[in-house]
């Protein structure tokens, strides 16, 4: 009920930290865009083992899904 809860908490926009870029992290931001909403990868809050597979995911998910950005952009966006 995760999306519940942050409708409830009027939550519209999400910054995705984690590890296994490629795996976790990109399965995570994408439901939440395609739940609708606003998503954005902490490009210095994510990590990978296969950094040629992270690299790709970050370009991909900002050509397609959302944005991606460090963490003290992300931070004065706020």
Avoid at 53 to 74: I, P, R, S
């Amino acid at each position: 009920d995760l999306d519940a809860r942050l409708r409830a908490l009027g939550v519209e926009s999400l910054l995705v930290t984690g590890t296994v870029t490629q795996i976790c992290v990109e399965e995570t931001a994408r439901e939440a865009f395609h739940y609708g909403y606003r998503t954005t990868l902490i490009s210095d809050g994510v990590s990978s083992f296969a950094t040629d597979l992270h690299a790709a995911t970050l370009k991909n998910f900002a050509m397609k899904y959302g944005w991606v950005a460090d963490a003290e952009t992300a931070l004065s966006w706020l």
